[in-house]
């Protein structure tokens, strides 16, 4: 590899030091080059970088992890969770069903359901649940089953059936990556049935994401972006 290599490679390392990803024709922007250049100096290099879904990141990033850890993702990206959650609160309506997902970019929002509306909250997520189970006024359904200690989740046979009989107005859905083409993926299949089931079920199907599972794409698909009918995420500038 050359001086010049070397040199825009170091450049792209320091952009993506606070983490975070950059688009291919965004990497090639800052480096005054083609995107085909950029696809060169990676293939030459040590692997610090990697190129995901059209987006260049660290390959120690956290988001390039084979499996899922929820003890681990509790803490990532907190601050933008609590600000998507806030945003998901001011949807909420006197006497709605709600769908929560498993995962920890919803925990806020349980957290911080309001005791002086009723609710109800169907979920089939453990940490979930016992975040619900703080508020006094909201009245919990916990879907059990067999236990995933990784996601803190639960699945059975008829969990999907099971869901299919609540009316749900509200489904607040995660996902470990969204991409334009692919849609949503998680790492677990077990969550690919609940969340299949809500979405059919749902009045309003509602994807609470942060910035970084865009671009990505997990083992286990479940659903298009079309069949979600809003986003709650932070807003990238070319977005």
Known sequence: MNERSEGRLMRLQHALGQGGSLRLSEAAGLCEVSAMTIRRDL??????????????????????????DLAVQRDRNADAKWRLCERALATLEEGDTLFID???TLT????????????????????????????????LWLLGGIYHASSCSFSSDDMAETI????????????????QRQGL???????????????????????VVDASKQGLLRPARFAGLDEVDEVIAEQRADD
């Open 43 to 68: 293939a030459a290099s040590d692997g610090t970088l990697m190129l995901i879904g059209g987006y260049l990141m660290l390959a120690d990033d956290p988001r390039h992890a084979t499996t899922y």
């Open 102 to 104: 498993c995962g920890t």
């Open 185 to 207: 993926s998680c790492f677990h299949f077990h969550e690919v049935a609940p969340k299949q089931a809500a979405i059919a079920t749902a009045q309003r199907r509602l994807l």
């Open 164 to 179: 299919r009989g609540f009316g749900i107005n509200k489904a607040f859905l995660t996902a470990a990556g969204v991409d």
């Open 108 to 139: 806020p929002l349980a957290l911080s359901l309001p005791d002086d509306m009723s609710l109800t909250v169907v979920t089939y997520a453990l940490n979930i649940a016992e975040a619900v189970s703080r508020r006094s006024g909201v009245r």
